[in-house]
């Protein structure tokens, strides 16, 4: 017994300090191959649950048709953009389309159509079709109307934003999303 206290009192710091690196490299080694297995198996439930979130966003999503054939000229963006003629960054929530003053303008879907202050607003809940650059025509105030049927003219400017431009700005609920992921009929 004297002879395991002595050699305690004179190694035991030693033999101490062994034991806990032991213990550190087994529970690296086990941790490793536990994060390998996790690792494997990861791509597979990723994919399936992307497969599902996929196959959610689509059933969700209805079929819009684009209000006129022009190019995209600035697209919507929910990072931070910037605008020269401002100076600035910011975020950019609308699709702005190529347009000739005067040509038609169509209901991306169907819905009621409401006029605030010079701008045509497209409802049908959950989703708020905002228009900017057209004229009044021939559509009233709290009209129904059809998907693909005209509801006004292209005015050819629009303030701030500059010539042969229609901004579009879709709203879900209260928040800006990006009109092209609905659009589905050109």
Known sequence: MKAWQRFFQQFGSYVLAVLC?????LSALW????????AKN???HFSQAQRLEDVKNEEEKPGFLRPVSGKILLPYSDEPVYFPQKRCYAYHFSTHLAVEAGEKIKAAFEGTVLWQDGTLLLRNAPHTLQYLGVSQGTVRDGQQVKQGSVIGEATGSIQGEGENILCLTLYEGEQPVNLMDYVTEE
């Open 21 to 25: 690196v032991a213990a550190i490299l």
């Open 31 to 38: 941790t490793r191959n536990v994060n390998r297995i996790e």
């Open 42 to 44: 990861q791509p597979a």
